[in-house]
């Protein structure tokens, strides 16, 4: 196929550096109606300025042959023909993100596959007639097949693979390993997480040896009806547990700080600060292995599950990409909100890197009120947000950036 290979032990190394420098900055590279558009020709169009913005990592959409258009009911795991485009022009994109230093992230659907052929109970629970045809053994006797139940929650309405099973895990790591070192992806991004168990996350990983990788364990907040509770310490625990099941080779998804922002910039910025004075998400907690961001393809999008308030999306921005953890920007807000928002986001990129914040960086937080939060990090850069007025006091801060509600110092 000519695709782009990597040295398996260069990948080790670079994984464990990666990791441990904590300056990553993604991009999740698509949204819901992505399919729609001649993507990866798009994609490959934007690359030059998603390295010039500072971008180290862009997630793509799923880029095998899928039973949707959106990618996430995998069929034949190894075309790579999908609604996204050919695989020559998945190719053209990948040789592109090489040029510039910007890591191809892999979507792994792996939690669930739509069986080509009717089998037992008359499900499409078998897999002939393409590469990893696997029989009904391989599909989750709660979702229809004769494999062992399932590790984790199912996902409804179609087969759920059952990663109990020898041939799935050696096929499953194969495949990894293809995506990995022949067609020349360098990170995995791990849906649904929650269907199976993190200790198979921790196998695949070690199998394929990816540079970096996170996993969507998406489970809800604690709410009082509609109401968000202010302690949501249970929430990123259970984000933490999955990490560390992972054998904590995977980053997470911090959906608790995600949850807990969003409510914050509506005038409750005393969110933003636990019992113990830290940030009340993973990222106050275990920051290296948090990946903030504000939206994605199903909290957002057309899709809209649970959306970041529109009009306070810089304020989230000026939150994330200031702190530690791993921020994540949103495609819709970087490339379809404007050009305005886009230079912002970038300059606030920037910033970060002059810096040197990283995702291990200290936070000072100095006000967490209704209408103010004001915080130092790593004592080289301040920010605000919200509509209180506030500024660092000391000649040697200069105002490095500012917008509607937030404004951010350094040295």
Sequence with gaps: MGFIGTDHDEGVQQSQSVLHDGREVLLQAFNWESHKHDWWRNLERKVPDMAKSGITSAWLPPATHSFSREGYLPQNLYSLNSSYGSEALLKTLLYKMKQHNIRPMADIVINHRVGTTQGHGGKYNRYDGVPLSWDERAVTSCTGGRGNRSTGDNFHGVPNIDH???????????????????????????DFARGYSAKYVKEYVEGAKPIF???????????????????QDSHRQRIINWIDSTGRLSTAFDFTTKGILQEAVKSQLWRLRDAQGKPPGVMGWWPSRAVTFLDNHDTGS????????????????????????????????????????HDQIAKLIQIRKQQGINSRSSVRIIEAQANLYAAIIGEKLCMKIGSGSWCPTGPEWKLAAHGHQYAVWHK
Excluded at 213 to 231: A, F, M, P, Q, R
């Design 164 to 190: 109990t099973q020898d041939f799935v895990r050696k096929d499953i790591i194969g495949w990894l390993k293809w995506l990995r070192y022949t067609v020349g992806f360098q990170d995995f991004r791990f």
């Design 213 to 231: 990788c996170v996993g969507e364990y998406w489970d809800s907040c604690n709410y009082k009806g509609t109401y968000l509770e202010y302690n």
């Design 302 to 341: 057309t899709q809209g599950h649970w959306p970041f308030p529109s009009n306070h999306v810089m304020e989230g921005y000026a939150y994330i990409l200031t702190h530690p953890g791993i921020p994540s920007i949103f495609y819709d807000h970087f490339y379809d909100w404007g050009s305005i928002m």
